[in-house]
């Protein structure tokens, strides 16, 4: 059962599904205020988190990706989700993905990322840090200019990715048992938005800002 409340003054409250809580941010505030930005340019556009660095110097370190990560590097088994979309850029690899059991929200932090790839021959893939292709499904290029919506649940050591809710790819990993999240980008103008991530243990606070109460935006950002 979903139950979704609503207090005064509160545009985005928190969700309950079977004792589980959601966390979520719209970027409808106009800030990323509690995520750390890992290389690339940020900024919010519209209501949607966009980075527009599309300059490359690595594909074989944990520098390889523009990212931005955000939450807890004690959290655990979770779903996270986000729109994703590619624009421009893209002259060797246009990649657009999210990051997930981000070891520490750092240059140097280890992570696994589910990743879009426009590149003909190329597709969706999960990425182990720094940069090792644990499953590529080839021959499935992603569209410039589309939104698409990823997801990843992970628990325990299996791990499931969805693409617009059709399961794209599952395996057992336990390299990186526990993490924050994350999105990021290669080559590629890349655009975020509605990103949410449920689990046992994840603060029952909304991200984004607006119209909350002070009191309440208080709370978001601490790092439970």
Do not use: H
């Amino acid at each position: 059962m979903k139950i979704i409340l609503f207090c005064s003054c509160v545009f985005l409250s928190l969700i309950f599904t079977d004792g589980v809580f959601a966390l979520i941010d719209d970027f409808n505030d106009g800030n990323d205020s509690g995520w750390n930005r890992i290389q690339g340019e940020w900024s919010i556009d519209n209501g949607e988190y966009v980075q527009s660095e599309t300059e490359w110097t690595t594909t074989t370190t944990n520098e390889t990706y523009t990212r931005s990560f955000f939450g807890n590097e004690n959290w655990t088994d979770y779903t996270l989700e986000a729109k994703v979309r590619m624009e421009g850029g893209g002259e060797t690899a246009a990649i657009v993905g999210i990051f997930f059991r981000v070891t520490e929200k750092t240059p140097e932090g280890d992570y696994y990322y589910f990743r879009l790839d426009a590149r003909a021959a190329d597709g969706p893939a999960l990425i182990k840090s720094p940069n090792t292709i644990l499953q590529e499904n080839v021959n499935k290029p992603s569209e410039l200019e589309q939104d698409y919506i990823l997801k990843v649940e992970v628990e325990g050591d299996n791990i499931k990715c969805y693409i617009d809710g059709e399961l794209e790819i599952e395996l057992q990993d336990d390299s990186f048992p526990s993490g924050a999240v994350g999105v990021g980008t290669f080559n590629t103008q890349g655009y975020f938005d509605d990103v949410s991530v449920n689990g046992e243990g994840i603060a029952p606070n909304p991200v984004s800002s607006e119209g909350k109460l002070a009191a309440t935006w208080a709370l978001i950002k601490q790092d439970r």
